[in-house]
């Protein structure tokens, strides 16, 4: 399994650093997708917190819970000036991986976001999704 993904899944990494906030909020769904050869859903993890920092700040604010050491995380968020920090809880592993070609075949034209992004129930598409991860009531 791709590293970012298992260590949210074993709790190693409790929060995802992006460069521009995904437009996530407390409370989504987030998906972990793994890319690479996996391409596939495999699990999940609930929006705990979300937070604007000054790029200066975030190695402060995260205390070892990025999964990423200090000279990687400087290189990733040079030139950036304010950097969003997603914390995450409830990680759990989905009871089955969903492949990337489920997801496009539930939704037509499915992409995965290059970070994150929000599945809102109202949308058909990003209904059809929740329901194959198992997020969304039959």
Known sequence: MPRWAEMILDGRKTVEIRR????????????LYASGTRR?????????????????????HLRG????????????????ER?????LEAPRAGAAEVLLSQLRRAA????PPQSARRLRPGLAADRAV????????R
């Not at 521009?20 to 409370?27: F, N, Q, T, W």
């Not at 037509?108 to 992409?111: M, V, Y």
């Open 20 to 31: 521009r906030s995904p437009g996530v909020r407390r409370g989504d769904v987030l998906a």
């Open 40 to 60: 596939a859903v495999v699990g999940s993890a609930l929006v705990r917190r979300v937070e604007r920092v000054a790029a200066e700040l975030v190695w402060g």
């Open 65 to 80: 819970r990025g999964g990423i050491d200090r000279p990687a995380l400087e290189d990733y968020l040079r030139g950036c």
């Open 83 to 87: 950097a969003c920090l997603i914390e």
């Open 108 to 111: 037509p034209g499915f992409n």
């Open 130 to 137: 929740l329901d194959l991860l198992g997020l969304w009531p």
